[in-house]
């Protein structure tokens, strides 16, 4: 930092009076010279002068004096950065808070008695909420400090003797808090603490002083505004027990922090900051001298606070990352999770520091809280000094550009949308497109109105466009919304029929899968918030309208994934699936309610984070940046990571469990197991345990129960994942865990050749390394076994027999799973060529795939080379057609029979040459 040109003195005229006053007082200034200045510090330096007779209330006052003062001395001198200001000022404030209520709840103790909760009967403490700057521990030099008063219970103080006058607890609290501002604030013969602010109280001045938990309550579901919450998000608790603060935090949170991701908050906080800069524009245009407020000015410290909690707003509910109190910190975040560059906010942050400095040199003067350039010239230039700068334009010259900064962030997040001009980034030569002009004429004129425009810009049926468009705006849905969501529901359609007509291709399933998207949103303003803020983001949507009809149904199921277009890093890479599965289990183990797990909570946290990384990796799938082994790779992945935090929370909701963590593992089968999940695939898969407690056996019954139910019910975001565990030893009669032990008496004594197919694609997926460890050894001498080929041959054909007579097709299609020489007559092949060759060829037993293992197999020559490379190619395609007929949302993946003619004579072939009959 520049450190000033001029000494403490000539800077300050209140150090300079302090100076003089210190003289009179050098025992207080000797007990508090040696750093830091801290809680301790200011203890012993408070007890010096409370020693020396001094009451309370003085001796407060005299040691604020001279924090203030050292503060300006080291600040000056280059000593000290802003965080030691202004958190050496927040602490201080604390301890004064924290320091008076200590002494004033004594006196209204002995006088009144104590404070009793009517319904839990236990005694009350008030609760003082700092907020705003204190509340982030960025708190000003002289700064006034925002409070808020609040109890948990109502009920009366128990008296115990009789001069002891009882009142309710509402009127204690009240009578207290009134000591406490008096107490602080009231200027007396060496000045006040902190002057205080009770204005950000439920109904502001006009509200009761103090109020119970229920009052906050009522008063948020009831009465609380947009702005309120923008200030809520700073409430820290200077006092009171943590299980209060807890309680009231679980209060306080579901106001300021909407599950959902709030967009409209973009709009509230533009609405607030034009309320404000009109004020200030007022207050520059009566008194110019005013001119240049660092705090509320174009470009000024509180325009870097709304960059910060918007986003807060926006995303706190969905990541407790961001419910940080601290702007710094905030912004510190929005960098590390890729939301603002690195760069966006290093800029932010040494303009914030800049103005921050300021304005304490600003405040520095007199001790005063002022956030404007004084009038003066001899004491601008002191300002100027004190930045290290040599005269007034130099300092302006450095302010100017750091606003300049700050605004134009500020504008790129906040910049004014016009409802009527949002079909502004339509494709070139698009003439405008405006379906309120027609909104007074019958429908008749209404609907050939649109048609002429519809054709006008592209639409090749725009009868059949025309009459979809009026069919919505004729919607009960549509009708039932406010004023404001109806116009902004119609100009984001005007804004994507250019689009739409551009593409040239599937326009009316691309308008009716957007129609819907927008009908199922339309309740929720945020979400058509997000939309017309970022047109980029319709634009997505729409292609992805286009391309597939699976995609548009599961964006409109789960529109909160709307987020995830914003991101366009996230879009074009693929997840790191190391960073996801830590935030992921920062995110569960912050979902408490009263300090213990909410189970609601954090299913929904499985839910809507499991959804927005398989949005991610649709997206990269639709725009072609990602393979479809790789998908299925990733997807497969991202199961594994919720299976195994699944686990982790499921098991600390069991009681009596007698392990901190569980000996107990999740067995993948099918298409989890081989790697091959598809987007809406079930898990199979069984639970194995080792653990020889007693209790061991009950216990992960019951672990797996519950699993099972947090993966498949449904809340209000969805449900997770299917889960069939059919393939558990002995099937449906069979128990629902096993020990490893048993598994691998049942696998090597009892189980079916099915079950051993099936074991080929088998792996260890979550819970306990160990047991992984046992299982995949149990499978690889399994698989290893020696079989009579002719046994196993008529086994395997009379299993599929079963299969293809399960899934007849009657149609004239190919079936590419189940029709002969298709996908299950592939993995039949393979499943037979481990189970017969392991024994001689243990790399058999690697689970790595039907494609390599063909490959495999036809270099150790078990097969024709040429012909195994056919069929691994046949089945590369066969998954790639399947893959995309399930986007356009088919559930049987069907085809031509000529388009797979060849690849399909392939698998007949080699399923002739394995088994030695026609398939």
């Known amino acids: 930092m520049t450190t000033s040109l001029l000494s403490s003195a000539a800077a300050s005229r209140f150090y300079a009076r302090w100076q003089n006053a210190a003289q009179e007082r050098p025992a207080l200034v000797a007990s508090i010279a040696q750093l830091p200045l801290n809680r301790s510090s200011f203890v012993r330096a408070l007890q010096n002068e409370t020693s020396a007779g001094l009451p309370l209330s003085r001796a407060m006052r005299r040691l604020r004096n001279l924090v203030i003062a050292i503060l300006i001395e080291r600040d000056l001198s280059g000593a000290a950065d802003m965080n030691e200001v202004v958190g050496t000022i927040s602490a201080f404030a604390d301890f004064a808070v924290q320091t008076h209520l200590a002494a004033l709840m004594a006196e209204m103790v002995a006088l009144h008695g104590v404070p009793i909760g009517e319904d839990s009967g236990a005694e009350q403490e008030l609760i003082v909420l700092g907020m705003g700057k204190l509340g982030g521990f960025e708190l000003n030099v002289s700064s006034d400090i925002d409070l808020i008063f609040v109890y948990a219970e109502d009920g009366e103080t128990r008296t115990s003797a009789a001069e002891q006058r009882q009142l309710s607890n509402h009127e204690f609290f009240v009578r207290l808090g009134k000591k406490l501002i008096h107490a602080i604030a009231e200027i007396e013969e060496d000045g006040f603490t902190f002057r205080v602010d009770m204005a950000l109280r439920p109904n502001g001045k006009s509200g009761p002083l103090a109020a119970s938990f229920n009052m906050v309550e009522e008063y948020f579901i009831v009465q609380g505004r947009e702005w309120e919450r923008y200030a809520w998000v700073k409430a820290r608790a200077l006092t009171g027990r943590p299980a209060d603060i807890a309680l009231l935090d679980s209060i306080i949170r579901p106001f300021v922090y909407r599950r959902y991701l709030d967009f409209g908050a973009i709009d509230a906080i533009r609405n607030m900051h034009s309320q404000i800069r009109a004020e200030v524009i007022r207050q520059e245009t009566r008194h110019p001298e005013r001119s240049n407020n660092v705090k509320l000015g174009r470009g000024g410290i509180r325009e870097i606070e709304f960059i910060a909690q918007v986003f807060q707003l926006i995303r706190g509910g969905r990541d407790p990352a961001l419910r940080d109190r601290s702007t710094r910190n905030v912004l510190r975040t929005l960098a590390e999770k890729g939301i603002l560059s690195q760069q966006c906010v290093a800029q932010l942050l040494h303009a914030n520091e800049f103005l921050r400095n300021l304005e304490h040199r600003l405040q520095y003067i007199e001790d005063a809280q002022t956030h404007t350039l004084p009038a003066n010239p001899a004491d601008q230039l002191t300002v100027a000094n004190m930045m290290g700068m040599a005269d007034v334009p130099s300092l302006l010259q450095a302010l100017d550009a750091q606003r300049q900064l700050v605004a134009a962030r500020f504008d790129a997040i906040f910049s004014e949308k016009d409802d009527t001009q949002d079909a502004a980034g339509a494709p070139a030569g698009s003439p405008p497109i405006d379906l309120q002009m027609f909104a007074n004429l019958p429908d008749a004129e209404k609907a050939e109105a649109i048609e002429t425009q519809l054709a006008a810009i592209g639409f090749d049926d725009a009868p059949t466009a025309a009459q979809r468009l009026l069919e919505t705006g004729k919607s009960s849905r549509l009708q039932a919304l406010p004023l404001d969501s109806r116009k902004r529901f119609l100009a984001l359609i005007n804004t994507a029929l250019p689009f739409i007509a551009q593409a040239k291709k599937d326009q009316l399933a691309t308008l009716s899968r957007l129609l819907d998207l927008l009908e199922a949103i339309a309740r929720r303003s945020a979400y058509l918030s997000l939309l017309t803020e970022y047109p980029p983001a319709l634009e997505r949507v729409i292609r992805m309208m286009q391309a597939s009809d699976w995609a548009a149904k599961y964006l409109t199921r789960h529109p909160i994934l709307l987020d995830e277009l914003l991101d366009q890093n996230a879009v074009r890479t693929a997840p790191a699936w190391a960073n996801f599965s830590v935030e992921l289990q920062q995110q569960l183990e912050a979902a408490t309610l009263g300090g213990e797990p909410d189970t609601e909570l954090q299913m929904n946290i499985l839910r809507d984070m499991h959804h927005a990384q398989l949005f991610r990796l649709l997206v990269l799938d639709l725009e072609g940046n990602l393979s479809m082994e790789h998908l299925a790779d990733h997807l497969s992945q991202l199961a594994d990571i919720m299976v195994a935090a699944t686990i982790r929370a499921v098991w600390k ?267």
């Open 653 to 919: 909701t069991i009681p009596k469990r007698h392990l901190e963590t569980p000996k107990f593992a999740v067995i993948a089968y099918g298409k989890l197991g081989g790697k091959e999940l598809g987007y809406a695939s079930d898990l199979d898969v069984i639970f194995l345990y080792d653990d020889d407690d007693q209790e061991a056996p009950a216990l992960y019954a019951k672990l797996a129960q519950r699993f099972i139910t947090w993966m498949t019910s449904h809340t209000s975001s969805g449900i997770l994942f299917d889960i069939d565990i059919a393939l558990r030893p002995d099937g449906g009669s069979g128990l629902l865990v096993s020990s490893v032990a048993s598994f691998e008496r049942y696998q090597s004594e009892s189980a079916w050749v099915w079950e051993h197919q099936a074991l080929t694609r088998a792996r260890f997926c979550a819970g306990d390394t160990g047991i992984g460890a046992r299982f995949e050894a149990v499978r690889e001498n399994v698989l290893r076994q020696i079989r009579a080929e002719a046994q196993l041959k008529q086994d395997i054909l009379q299993m599929r027999t079963k299969l293809r007579a399960a899934h007849p097709n009657r149609s004239a299609l190919f079936d590419l799973k189940h029709d002969a020489g298709g996908m299950i007559d592939i993995e039949f092949i393979v499943q037979f060529l481990v189970l017969q060759h392991a024994a001689e060829h243990p790399q058999l037993t690697a689970n790595f795939g039907n494609i390599a293992l063909l490959k495999t197999c036809g270099a150790l020559g078990l097969i024709d080379p040429a012909l195994a490379e056919a069929v691994a190619s046949a089945y590369r395609d066969f998954r790639k057609m399947q893959h995309n007929i399930r986007l356009q949302g088919s559930d049987r993946a069907r085809v031509e029979p000529e388009e797979v003619a060849s690849r399909a004579d392939a698998v007949k072939r080699l399923w002739e040459a394995v088994f030695g009959v026609v398939g």
